[in-house]
């Protein structure tokens, strides 16, 4: 019933009079559902009579995991953008946040997006189903406003990381570039550090796994921009991650989830600097508090608190020029001894990623 609901509010991006139109003209396409990835599907849909001089283009799409997007681009006439947008702006901020199931309002002004002048966010808190998490991202360009609405997951991303993506697909496609974004197939020896089902505690079973492109990484921040200068300086070079989540019946004090991603730099020093980093932001993304330095071995960091999920503890290891995240939550009991036996199966599995 649930997820009949998030798809149905999936129709309420944004109340105002400013999105009744629909029209396709060439210059404001929308993306191909090959284009979201793998598996992605769009769905049809019965809209207004087109307006000539208030074009627009809406695209909903279905994902393989059930997860679904919704796409706009608008063009309203150019004397009145400014008033549109900021209608549909104190819409985004007020009145979707009552549309998203466990609603909050997410850093509605920032981090900024390269080809918008303006942006708008608003998240959900994760649910109980992962894929009703939801977010709305606005965007005001140029000449249009541009809209992101994802229920689920996008590309190994959610909530606002997934729906600011998704703009940053609509931009590149109005200028006539592609954006990398998608992910792409992990790295040989990277994979090889990933624990399998067998490698982790019993009851779980695979979700996802795949690599973040070095477009997607900096999704992943609470301030991309920021995060895009930063690991350019200490040369991220490539990603591989795997899921898993908890199947059937779960046991009392045993995971819901486990998450492991591998980040490769170029250096051993670039994978030292960044760690601190990422811990923080993950930490600051996810009202999580940093364990004393004094608590942790050398080359490691640890982030721990309570998510909407239960408690999470997410572990940082720093493994030469490779640098190892792995979150585990537990819904009922402490997740710190589980994410060290998964860090512990990472650790094992060292000798098989050649030097540098």
């Known amino acids: 019933m649930k997820q009949a609901i998030a798809i149905?509010?999936?129709?309420?991006?944004?109340?105002?009079?400013?999105?009744?139109?629909?029209?396709?003209?060439?210059?404001?396409?929308?993306?191909?559902?090959?284009?979201?990835?793998?598996?992605?599907?769009?769905?049809?849909?019965t809209l207004p009579a087109a307006n000539p001089t208030y074009p627009e283009m809406r695209g909903w799409y279905a994902g393989p995991d059930g997860s679904r997007v919704v796409l706009l681009i608008s063009v309203p006439p150019a004397e009145g953008l400014d008033e549109i947008w900021e209608e549909i702006a104190q819409s985004v901020e007020a009145d979707s946040p009552g549309a998203?199931?466990?609603?909050?309002?997410?850093?509605?002004?920032?981090?900024?997006?390269a080809g918008c002048s303006s942006v708008r966010r608003v998240q959900g808190l994760p649910a109980s189903f992962p894929v009703l998490t939801e977010a709305i991202t606005a965007c005001r360009a140029s000449d249009a406003i541009l809209h992101a609405r994802v229920s689920g997951a996008w590309q190994g991303l959610v909530g606002t990381a997934a729906s600011d993506g998704l703009i940053q697909i609509l931009l590149a496609g109005r200028s006539g570039t592609?954006?990398?974004i998608a992910p792409v197939a992990p790295v040989a020896d990277l994979v090889g550090l990933l624990p399998s089902t067998s490698e982790i505690p019993p009851g779980l079973t695979l979700e996802s796994e795949g690599a973040l492109t070095a477009d997607a990484m900096p999704l992943t921040f609470p301030v991309p921009a920021e995060a895009r200068d930063r690991l350019a300086n200490w040369e991220w070079?490539?990603?591989a991650y795997r899921s898993f989540v908890a199947a059937g019946g779960r046991p009392p004090?045993?995971?819901?989830?486990?998450?492991?991603?591998?980040?490769?730099?170029?250096?051993?020093?670039?994978?030292a600097a960044a760690m601190p980093y990422f811990a923080e932001a993950?930490?600051?993304?996810?009202?999580?508090?940093?364990?004393p330095s004094e608590s942790t071995p050398p080359a490691e960091t640890?982030?721990?608190?309570?998510?909407?999920?239960?408690?999470?503890?997410?572990?940082?290891?720093?493994?030469?020029?490779?640098?190892?995240?792995?979150?585990?939550?537990?819904?009922d009991?402490?997740?710190?001894?589980?994410?060290?036996?998964?860090?512990?199966?990472?650790?094992?599995?060292?000798?098989?990623?050649?030097?540098g």
């Open 8 to 45: 149905v509010a999936c129709a309420l991006l944004v109340t105002s009079h400013a999105l009744a139109q629909s029209a396709a003209p060439a210059d404001h396409v929308l993306p191909a559902a090959e284009d979201l990835g793998p598996g992605w599907i769009e769905l049809t849909s």
């Open 100 to 113: 998203l199931f466990n609603a909050e309002h997410r850093s509605a002004t920032s981090p900024p997006i």
């Open 178 to 180: 592609t954006a990398s």
């Open 237 to 239: 070079q490539e990603n």
């Open 253 to 271: 004090g045993a995971p819901s989830a486990v998450e492991i991603s591998l980040h490769r730099f170029a250096s051993d020093g670039g994978a």
């Open 282 to 291: 993950r930490a600051e993304a996810r009202g999580l508090s940093l364990v």
């Open 302 to 331: 640890a982030v721990i608190g309570k998510v909407a999920e239960g408690n999470e503890a997410t572990l940082y290891v720093r493994l030469g020029n490779v640098l190892v995240r792995v979150t585990v939550v537990v819904p």
């Open 333 to 355: 009991g402490p997740a710190d001894y589980v994410a060290r036996q998964v860090t512990n199966a990472v650790i094992a599995k060292r000798a098989q990623l050649p030097a």
